[in-house]
């Protein structure tokens, strides 16, 4: 067996270790364009902002372990420029002496990732001006931050950028952040992004949204970034994050198929078009697992497992990758945002059914010191309960949450096996009730009728005659520092007594600061004979759709 491999860092370079595992007496081949096999792409931010001393220790392996160590044929500075199927050979360029070869093959992976989107607009490859994919990227990058930058600008609002507006704020440099769409982090729902808008102004990160750069040119500061409002920024450093390509030229030019936005289409066992040629990685498509739809997603953690995956095909194991639920996290100073599944968004582009709620709880048990709080949104089928997605934004503890339940949509559970869920509590760790019971309790209740809940959504956009009736049960202080808008204010404690001054022939909405005392109200009216529904997560939902207000 010849197998080659084109690309490294994360699915070629996990799919050569484990080939190697399979099979002692194959040929493999790795091919790398650049000259580091396997690094950590997550780690470049950090290393430019400092956080990450020592350079080689982005260097998950270097070509020499994996010679000495898994006897692989490693070739860095070496770019596969072509494919002939039906010799089943490669076209190679050695990038150092300019020697082109070729080099025959039983099976090929190919883990070309995806290269940075580079829009083509006037003044894109001034000096200063850059994108991070590789660490010759990262040196040129800090190479720059250390020559006196003092302001940057950073056009893209997703995960990189963000990462990059951290450790460019940690050294003192005055950072702008813009973003063509109305949302930071657009795989998240909107709301979902105020806690780590409000963490960039509390920073000092500046954030222009709905914006997007149509020029950069030369200026006596360094670099001018002009806008789409008309907008200039100064800056001695611009680096565009705006989303990843597809390296699909290969594949392409091979007569691979290729999806609509030129992901690689590969089938269950990760082949392609030809059964003899694996793709993995960035560069493929991927069944979203909620979904069933194709979709990409460019995360270091299924690129592994998909690199493991195809060694296994192609050493006859049969196994199948169960497709991506686009399970990931960021951390932006003291804040944390993370995700699994999907989106309220996404589902409503599929047209699929679902209800929500939100949650406010603290990571751990309120009475231990150092307690911190968090939001989190629960997706679920409407009919089955079954787990659809989450996304979670506080301090501590949200990462713990998230995993539980990327591991429960991967189980196929329901908002009620959460109810039942035996997790580890000590007071330092958790609460005896955790915040995953506590989704399963307000979400089963929802679904069971004990608990009725109306979305704030569905509330405020109601403008009919017969709107409902909208009921705040916090304290009066808590009531004059800030409510929903119309809202008339009961406390909890007193509405036993107050019933006469609220309408019958209305529904009533209900809400208090996180939901508790407005799921309590609502059960004392329903059995009171009024209808009302609990308005799910309260006031500070409420903040997270109108932060400013």
């Not at 399979?22 to 096999?37: K, Y």
């Not at 050493?315 to 169960?322: E, L, P, Q, T």
């Not at 009533?508 to 529904?533: D, E, N």
């Amino acid at each position: 067996m010849k197998l080659l491999i084109v690309g490294g860092v994360a699915g070629g370079a996990s799919a050569a270790a484990r080939a190697r595992r399979l099979s002692e007496d194959a040929e493999i081949v790795v091919f790398e364009r650049g000259p580091d096999v396997s690094f950590a792409n997550c780690g470049l931010p950090y290393y430019i902002g400092g956080e990450i001393a020592d350079r080689d220790k982005l260097l998950v392996t270097t070509p020499e372990r994996l010679r000495s160590r898994f006897k692989l044929d490693v070739r860095t500075q070496s770019s596969v420029e072509a494919i002939d199927r039906a010799a089943r050979k490669v076209r190679v360029r050695n990038l150092a002496t300019g020697q082109v070869y070729e080099e025959s093959f039983d099976k090929l992976i190919l883990a070309t990732g995806a290269a940075p989107f580079r829009p083509s607009i006037p003044g894109i490859d001034l000096p200063g001006v850059f994108t991070l994919r590789n660490l010759q990227d990262t040196d040129q990058i800090k190479s720059r931050v250390n020559s006196h930058v003092k302001q940057a600008v950073l056009l893209g609002g997703g995960f990189i950028s963000l990462e990059l507006a951290e450790n460019l704020a940690r050294l003192g440099i005055s950072t702008t952040v813009v973003e063509k769409n109305d949302q930071i982090l657009t795989p998240f729902d909107k709301e979902m992004t105020s806690p780590i808008v409000e963490a960039m102004a509390n920073k000092g990160v500046t954030l222009l949204l709905s914006q997007s750069a149509e020029s950069i040119e030369q200026s006596a500061e360094g670099l001018s970034v002009c806008l789409s409002s008309g907008q200039r920024l100064t800056a001695q450093l611009v680096i565009f994050g705006i989303g990843v390509r597809p390296e699909n030229k290969l594949a392409v030019d091979a007569g691979l198929e290729v999806g609509p936005r030129g992901g690689i289409r590969v089938n269950d066992y990760l082949q392609t078009s030809d059964p003899d040629i694996y793709a993995v990685g960035d560069a493929i498509e991927v069944n979203d697992v909620i979904s069933g739809e194709k979709t990409q997603v460019p995360l270091a953690g299924p690129a592994n497992r998909q690199g493991r995956i195809a060694a296994d095909n192609v050493f006859g194991r049969s196994m199948k990758y169960r497709g991506t639920q686009g399970t990931a996290i960021l951390g932006f100073f003291d804040r944390t945002a993370a995700m699994t599944g999907a989106s309220e968004k996404v589902l409503r582009r599929a047209n699929r059914p679902f209800r929500k709620v939100y949650i406010h709880p603290a990571h751990h048990a309120g009475y231990y010191p150092g307690a911190e709080g968090m939001v989190l949104k629960l997706l679920f089928d409407p009919t089955t309960g079954q787990i659809l997605g989450a996304q979670g934004t506080g301090g501590a503890g949200v990462d713990k949450r998230i995993d539980v339940l990327a591991v429960a949509i991967q189980a196929k559970m329901t908002v009620f096996d959460l109810e039942e869920m035996e997790l580890a509590y000590a007071p330092q760790f958790g609460s005896a009730k955790d915040p995953i019971n506590m989704l399963g309790f307000v979400a089963g209740g929802l679904l069971r009728g004990e608990h009725p809940q109306i979305d704030l959504e569905t509330v405020l956009a109601d403008s009919s005659a017969d709107k409902p009736f909208l009921l705040d049960v916090r304290t009066a202080q808590e009531f004059a520092n800030g409510h929903i808008p119309g809202a008339v204010n009961i406390p909890v404690d007193d509405l036993r007594s107050r019933l006469q001054e609220l309408p019958q022939d209305r529904k009533i909405a209900v809400y208090c600061q996180v939901g508790q005392r407005g799921y309590i109200a609502t059960r004392i009216l329903v059995q009171k004979g009024f209808s009302a529904a609990n308005i799910g997560g309260g006031y500070k939902t409420y903040k997270l759709f109108y932060p400013a207000k």
